[in-house]
């Protein structure tokens, strides 16, 4: 394990610019900081979503496991070259979206984010997913990115949706889009 923080602050980062687990320097609004700053909000986010009470045990250990992937993702985003999310992590997680789906009726509208707070949590999670994922994409344009990584936060994106949907209905249903009104 890399080096441990004994103080909080080191006032390294006061000009505008901060380290990254290679050791060089960036500054704070780049696409790399910007991207794993998403993923790291992302995960707050989910940690937001587990602290809410009676998850059905499947989401609530598939929403731990993908805390640690995601900081393992943070950590891959913020060391150049460094892999560690592969394809094993992405079927995963099409695995869990699957079985969760397969209890769900078929969408025919367009549903409103919200429905119970853990239902909520999870929305929030998912639109904060989906700009982790258009950051990194934009990283992807000009640095070389582990193109995994992009297909796991578009699949946990989806994955976060379909747990938005479990959480709802648990609890009365989902607000479907009222388009006529």
Not at 16 to 40: N, P, Q, Y
Not at 53 to 70: C, F, G, K, M, V
């Amino acid at each position: 394990m890399g080096n441990r923080l004994s103080k909080i602050y080191t006032r390294t980062g006061d000009k505008g610019d901060t380290g990254l687990g290679d050791g060089s320097r960036i500054a704070k609004d780049s696409a790399r900081v910007e991207a794993f700053g998403c993923v790291d909000e992302l995960n707050s986010n989910i940690g937001l979503l587990l602290a809410q009470n009676d998850l059905p045990e499947l989401i609530r250990s598939a929403l731990t496991e993908i805390q640690h992937e995601l900081f393992d993702l943070g950590g891959e985003l913020c060391i150049p070259g460094h892999l560690v999310i592969n394809e094993t992590h992405v079927a995963r997680l099409e695995q869990t979206l699957d079985t969760l789906n397969a209890d769900l009726p078929p969408l025919k509208e367009f549903i409103l984010p919200g429905g119970n707070i853990a239902a909520a949590c999870a929305h929030v999670a998912r639109t904060v997913c989906r700009r982790a994922e258009r950051r990194t994409v934009t990283l992807a344009r000009n640095e070389t990115i582990n193109a995994q990584a992009i297909a796991y936060l578009n699949r946990l994106s989806d994955l976060l949706f379909v747990i938005a949907r479990t959480l709802a209905r648990k609890d009365g249903g989902e607000v479907l889009w009222r388009h006529d009104r």
